[in-house]
């Protein structure tokens, strides 16, 4: 056990000796950060995060019960702080708005889309007309945020529509109520739609404060820090597997086994020294940004827990694309591409609620989306407790590719004498 403790403390410090993994591992998280920092107003206090005062354009051609209870939902005191909304009559004029970076979306209720929902008595039921979101790409944050919105209404509209249909359908079979009493029974429902979706505002509020009541305002940079530090993690762990391969490559490892040192050993040591240095740099990333960007990462127990649990899952696919890999070449070309992909992938460059859901769901795999969940929880009041989900994915991650690469290892014989 102390041999492969040395060994790991060795490999730490060779890997703080070399300048230009350095460069990558803390000066070039730390410069992006800083950069994404000025390009969202972060330092000067413009705060374009988009998670106040969101510019949105209501387009209402419906002027119908639910058309009008959506622009109300928009217009509600419950999203004041939220939204910015403002009223248009024209969609292709609301469209250029958008294209001009005017405002962050676009909601167009359709003309017929009450109707489409809830016909009349005697109307005949109409095709579904379906609500426009058009997004501004520049605006990610705000436009995702706008979408929620308008998604959650719309399931509260089909739930009750769905619900209240079943009831008078079961009401009828039953011989409870006649076909000419189910068409009074629609029409109370119709109103009772209007009013429960009117008042689904109350349920798209923004939690401001903690358990304990303490006022939460979410930085951007909480999100962007993390996402920075994440990618270039992945970089390290690369780093440290090449090294495992460039070290067999020049007799290093064959020479440590003339010494009563088992190959279990070394190579424990090797994977303890990778998962030193990244969670050296992890936290080092931390530290510089909480003391240069006043970043408040949120529970200290959290934040440690999580970043031991995010550089155990990182370390995991290190070891992988090692085992996996002939040449230390080849570690280092596979490591940056997994860097870039894991990053595009885990949201350090955009939000994964502006993604496919394919690309939602593919993006579980890295250990960049899990820790950042979870490190987003924490910027927003969360504490160890919630995050049982993330360490759960990060540490099950890392545990499956460790036996996995061990059993390559062993097929390789990258440890012999």
């Known amino acids: 056990m102390l041999k492969t403790f040395l060994i790991g403390i060795k490999d730490l410090r060779l890997a703080f000796r070399d300048r230009a993994a350095l460069i990558l591992m803390l000066a070039a998280p730390f410069v992006l950060t800083l950069g994404l920092g000025l390009v969202t107003g972060r330092f000067s206090g413009s705060n374009n995060s988009g998670l106040s005062d969101?510019?949105?354009?209501?387009?209402n051609l419906d002027n119908d019960q639910l058309g009008d209870a959506l622009a109300d939902v928009f217009t509600s005191v419950e999203l004041a702080d939220l939204m910015e909304p403002a009223i248009g009559s024209d969609p292709e004029a609301a469209r250029q708005l958008i294209d001009e970076d005017e405002a962050a979306a676009v909601v167009i209720i359709p003309e017929g889309f009450t109707q489409s929902i809830i016909p009349q008595q005697s109307a005949v039921a109409a095709e579904l007309v379906k609500i426009e979101v058009y997004a501004n790409?520049?605006?990610?944050?705000?436009?995702?945020?706008?979408?929620?919105?308008?998604?959650e209404f719309l399931s509260r509209v089909e739930e009750g529509r769905v619900s209240g249909s079943v009831s008078i359908l079961q009401l009828v079979l039953s011989g409870r109520i006649t076909p000419a009493q189910a068409q009074v029974a629609g029409a109370a429902m119709t109103e009772r739609l209007q009013t429960n979706t009117t008042d689904s505002a109350l349920a798209i509020t923004i939690n401001s404060s903690t358990a304990d009541g303490e006022e939460v305002?979410?930085?951007i940079l909480a999100y962007l820090a993390p996402g920075m530090a994440l990618m270039f993690l992945m970089y390290t762990v690369s780093y440290g597997g090449r090294s495992i391969l460039a070290e067999k490559t020049q007799g290093t490892l064959p020479r440590l086994l003339v010494s009563p040192t088992s190959s279990t050993q070394i190579l424990g040591g090797k994977i303890f020294g990778i998962f030193l240095t990244g969670s050296a740099q992890m936290l080092i990333l931390i530290g510089a940004s909480s003391l240069f960007f006043q970043l408040k990462w949120g529970?200290?127990?959290?934040?440690?827990?999580?970043?031991l649990a995010a550089v155990?899952?990182?370390?995991g696919w290190g070891m992988f694309v090692t085992a996996v890999a002939r040449t230390p070449a080849q570690v280092a070309n596979v490591g940056m591409s997994i860097m870039l992909i894991f990053g595009i992938l885990g949201g350090s460059f955009v939000s994964l609620d502006q993604m496919p859901p394919a690309i939602q769901a593919f993006s579980k795999?890295?250990?960049?989306?899990?820790?950042?969940?979870?490190?987003?929880?924490?910027?927003?009041?969360?504490?160890?407790?919630?995050?049982?989900?993330?360490i759960t994915a990060l540490l099950s991650m890392g545990m499956i590719l460790f036996l996995v690469s061990v059993l390559l290892f062993g097929k390789k014989n990258l440890v012999q004498k």
Do not use: E, H, Q, Y
Request: aromatic share 6%.
């Open 54 to 59: 969101i510019p949105v354009i209501i387009v």
């Open 217 to 219: 305002k979410f930085d």
């Open 365 to 390: 795999i890295t250990p960049n989306a899990w820790a950042l969940d979870g490190f987003t929880t924490l910027a927003l009041g969360g504490t160890l407790t919630n995050l049982s989900a993330p």
């Open 137 to 151: 790409p520049s605006r990610p944050t705000g436009a995702g945020i706008v979408k929620a919105i308008v998604d």
């Open 312 to 315: 155990f899952g990182a370390t």
């Open 299 to 307: 529970d200290p127990m959290g934040v440690i827990i999580l970043v």
